[in-house]
Each structure stands twice: as C-alpha cells, then as structure tokens.
C-alpha cells in the first residue's frame, strides 16, 4: 500500500493533494500544528509517521500574503526552515526513511526577470527579503547526509486552481477593476530598504512575467518525479505558457465575460495592500520561470498554456 505523508497539509495546495491521492488509493497522513497524525515539536510523532512511508511532501510554511511586519519575517522564515529541520531530524531516526522528499520551495528564488526566463541551470537568485528566505528555506532542506532519501526542492510559480490566489483576482475582474497592476514610483523608508521588503520600480505598463501552475499539475509533476529517481536538487514547477501582468488580465476577464477593466496604478497598490494587510510586490515583481529539467526530462504538461487553464478553473467555480 503507498503510503504518502504531507506536511503543513491545511492550504489550497496541501488539502488538494491529499485529496487525490486517497483518491487513487494511498494512504495519506498529515503533518501540522493540529494533527491529525503528528504535530510540529513532536519529533517522535513524525518519526513515527514517516517510518515506512514512501513519499514525504512538505508545504509548511506561513503565508506570505501579509505586511512584511518584523513579526511576520520571523515567523515566515521559521515556519520554513524550523519546520525542514524538523523533518530531516524525524527522518534520520527512521528504521525505513521515505524513499522521496519533496519539498515546497518557490520560484521567487530567482531575480526579477524582463529579459530572459529562469531556468535550473542559468537562473539568477535575486536579493531582498523573500529571495533570503528562499535561499534559507533550500539551505535547510539540502544539508546533511540522507543516504536512503531522494530529495527534491520544488520551485513552484504562482499556482491556480479554485480556491487559490486567483479568486482574488475574479473578484477584482468582476467588480471592473481587473485591468493590469501597473508598477510606479514610491516613495521607501530605511526600514523598509534595509528589511529587503521594499520594491524598487522596474517593469512598466504592466509588463512584469506572470509564471504560473495549474494544481493538477503540480500533482502531476509529483507523480512524475516518483518515477524519476535520476531527478535530484532543485526543480522549477511552472508552465511553459508564461505570460505578463496585462495578458493575465485581459485573459481573465475574457474567460469571465467581463468587456472592461480599470487598471490599478502603483499607489492605489500600495494604499490598498495597506488596507487588506499585504504587500506590492506580490504583483509587481517579474517572475519569469522556465521548466527545463521537466521539459528534458520528458513531462508533459496538462495545462502548458494560461486560456484553457483559466476556462477550467473558471468552469469548475461555476
């Protein structure tokens, strides 16, 4: 019987896989604060839990979707790289370690991007605050010796599905304002600059890439690497349909039947990330993914390009 273990299981991601895999019949155990199988600081549960199992998937982590307060950069970081630890001390005290570590990592690893795609081998790590987590985050997850664990850091773009980032998105459309986020000047504080939170303006009329992932296909991609185990290190996990800010939108508000959008301009972002507790850059940077290892290594993409994902995902709400 396979037995499939996921870490920090509560979100859109975490709840969507469990569910397909007991679907197609594994046994899935979950790990987080409340259970139900183990609990984070109870490494002995986790040892337990992981003994004998197949496949572990970590996806723990705080949401970055908040203000990047003093407070919210710790418990972002530690709820990460604390939790990776964790799981590689739990699996060093298996009898039987799982055969495969995948570990949620994310394709903001890499620098604001206008020019080229980023891929495995010529990708550039960017700096600041979330490219430091980032860089942390993998640090942790690739340390030590696991000689009986496979291990791969996943790289993941913006992943869509119903219940993701994009209802956001839907909503603003459908109350005519979905027109591109369009970057600006700001004006920065030292605290800011010095936190590597603030953003500096780069892309403009609203061109910043726009990689992203369908759910299914992060599903997929993890059935694929079970039956790789050539494939170890660093993985990007985003379709090669990548698009910008402006086609998003207009994409979206196609699939949604909305004829117009009003663009939001950078201090209309920033006053209104301020209001609902998030932060610009989570639109305004450029993230422009390319899967190379996936493509040489032959997977083949479900939703490879942005309309018809759109129109699934759409569909599926409805």
Same mark, same amino acid.
């Not at 299981?9 to 604060?33: D, K, N, P």
């Not at 530690?78 to 799982?98: G, H, K, W």
């Not at 010796?145 to 496979?150: C, N, S, V």
């Given at each position: 019987?396979?037995?499939?273990?996921?870490?920090?299981?509560?979100?859109?991601?975490?709840?969507?896989? #469990?569910?397909?895999?007991?679907?197609?019949?594994?046994?899935?155990?979950?790990?987080?604060?409340?259970?139900?199988? $183990?609990?984070?600081?109870?490494? =002995? =549960?986790?040892?337990?839990?992981?003994?004998?199992?197949?496949?572990?998937?970590?996806?723990?982590? /705080?949401?970055?979707?908040?203000?990047?307060?003093?407070?919210?950069?710790?418990?972002?970081?530690?709820?990460?790289?604390? +939790? +990776?630890?964790?799981?590689?001390?739990?699996?060093?005290?298996?009898?039987?370690?799982?055969?495969?570590?995948?570990?949620?990592?994310?394709?903001?690893?890499?620098?604001?991007?206008?020019?080229?795609?980023?891929?495995?081998? +010529?990708?550039? %790590?960017?700096? &600041?605050?979330?490219? &430091?987590?980032?860089?942390?985050?993998?640090?942790?997850?690739?340390? &030590?010796?696991?000689?009986? +664990?496979?291990?791969?850091?996943?790289?993941?773009?913006?992943?869509?599905?119903?219940?993701? $980032? %994009?209802? =956001?998105?839907?909503?603003?459309?459908?109350?005519?304002?979905?027109?591109?986020?369009?970057?600006?000047?700001?004006?920065?504080?030292?605290?800011?600059?010095?936190?590597?939170?603030?953003?500096? /303006?780069?892309?403009?009329?609203?061109?910043?890439?726009?990689?992203?992932?369908?759910? $299914?296909?992060?599903?997929?991609?993890?059935?694929?690497?079970?039956?790789?185990?050539?494939?170890?290190?660093?993985?990007?996990?985003?379709?090669?349909?990548?698009?910008?800010?402006?086609?998003?939108? /207009?994409?979206?508000?196609?699939?949604?039947?909305?004829?117009?959008?009003?663009?939001?301009?950078?201090?209309?972002?920033?006053?209104?990330?301020?209001?609902?507790?998030?932060?610009?850059?989570?639109?305004? /940077?450029?993230?422009?993914? !390319?899967?190379?290892?996936?493509?040489? !290594?032959?997977?083949?993409?479900?939703?490879?390009? %942005?309309?018809? #994902?759109? %129109?699934?995902?759409?569909? $599926?709400?409805?």
């Amino acid at each position: 019987m396979d037995r499939i273990v996921i870490a920090g299981a509560s979100g859109f991601i975490g709840t969507y896989l #469990a569910r397909a895999f007991r679907a197609e019949g594994a046994i899935v155990s979950l790990i987080g604060r409340d259970g139900p199988d $183990a609990r984070w600081r109870d490494t =002995a =549960a986790i040892t337990d839990v992981l003994d004998g199992s197949n496949l572990l998937i970590n996806l723990a982590g /705080k949401s970055v979707n908040c203000r990047y307060t003093t407070a919210n950069r710790d418990e972002i970081r530690r709820s990460r790289v604390d +939790t +990776t630890n964790e799981l590689a001390r739990a699996i060093r005290d298996c009898e039987d370690p799982p055969e495969l570590w995948i570990n949620s990592s994310t394709a903001t690893i890499y620098r604001h991007a206008e020019d080229r795609p980023m891929t495995e081998s +010529t990708g550039e %790590l960017g700096d &600041g605050f979330s490219v &430091g987590v980032a860089r942390a985050w993998e640090e942790s997850f690739f340390a &030590g010796d696991l000689p009986r +664990t496979r291990r791969v850091a996943l790289r993941m773009a913006i992943v869509l599905g119903d219940g993701s $980032a %994009l209802s =956001a998105l839907i909503r603003l459309a459908r109350f005519g304002l979905g027109g591109p986020q369009l970057d600006g000047r700001w004006f920065s504080t030292r605290r800011r600059v010095e936190s590597g939170t603030f953003h500096e /303006k780069r892309a403009s009329g609203g061109r910043q890439r726009f990689s992203w992932i369908h759910i $299914a296909d992060v599903a997929g991609i993890i059935r694929f690497l079970r039956e790789h185990p050539e494939i170890v290190g660093v993985v990007n996990a985003s379709a090669p349909g990548v698009t910008d800010n402006v086609s998003l939108m /207009k994409t979206l508000r196609g699939v949604l039947g909305v004829r117009f959008g009003l663009p939001a301009f950078r201090w209309m972002l920033e006053l209104g990330s301020s209001v609902i507790h998030t932060e610009t850059e989570l639109v305004l /940077k450029s993230r422009w993914v !390319a899967p190379e290892r996936l493509r040489d !290594a032959g997977y083949r993409f479900r939703h490879p390009t %942005l309309e018809p #994902a759109l %129109l699934e995902i759409v569909a $599926a709400r409805r």
